[in-house]
């Protein structure tokens, strides 16, 4: 199993495998960073590739009094939503709160979105291959709602990339996107910072520099 040193190391790494599937393609080609960590990998892989770089904002649905536990994620628009069915059942949780998380979600990633692009427009998808890149994935429910989103703007084709994703959630992202591309899949999965040697909190800041790139 691979432990990458840092998030930049690891956007090189993916940049380096995504070269043998996109070649003559830069000038169609669009790499959309979810923040925070997301970005910084995405920006490393633009590089490489010679292509336009942007941020996708989605969030998690957080359970009620867990707000870490993922319960779906959303992005700006309403086909991007997407809810782990099977959790909202165990967990029993209403549609009341449901509807209330899904606006509160939606209000901060307008604000988010209006901070990282400090006044630019977003890129325009239609018609170019996007690239959703994460530096991993868990439950995946972050990614399937960036995925959904990109889908909204009619774009030729939808890959996701990321350097480590859990074997289980794998199957999921397929389903979502044309294809996914990673560089490990373990089946023990945590959490994707037990897989960077370096894995700091990335700041509001560091998003906004990244993608002046």
């Not at 956007?11 to 959309?32: F, M, T, Y």
Request: proline residues 2%; hydrophobic residues 45%; charged residues 30%.
């Amino acid at each position: 199993m691979t432990v990458f040193q840092n998030r930049e190391v690891a956007g090189k790494l993916l940049a380096e495998k995504l070269k043998e599937d996109i070649k003559n393609l830069n000038n169609s080609l669009i790499v959309l960073g979810i923040p925070r960590g997301g970005v910084v990998v995405a920006e490393a892989v633009a590089k490489v590739l010679g292509c336009s770089l942007d941020v996708i904002v989605v969030k998690k649905l957080g359970a009620p009094g867990q707000s870490e536990l993922a319960i779906g994620a959303v992005g700006e628009t309403e086909g991007s939503k997407y809810i782990d069915e099977q959790l909202v059942q165990e967990l029993g949780v209403s549609m009341e709160y449901l509807g209330k998380e899904i606006q509160e979600k939606k209000k901060e990633i307008k604000r988010r979105e209006e901070l990282f692009r400090q006044g630019k427009h977003a890129l325009d998808l239609k018609g170019k291959t996007v690239i959703i890149v994460d530096d991993g994935a868990a439950t995946g429910a972050t990614v399937i709602a960036a995925a959904r989103e990109v889908w909204n703007h009619e774009p030729k084709k939808v890959m996701v990339s990321l350097p480590v994703v859990a074997k289980d959630t794998l199957a999921k992202l397929e389903k979502e996107a044309d294809e996914v591309i990673f560089l490990e899949a373990p089946r023990m999965f945590f959490s994707v910072g037990q897989f960077y040697q370096k894995f700091d909190q990335v700041s509001d800041q560091t998003v906004i520099e990244k993608l002046r790139y």
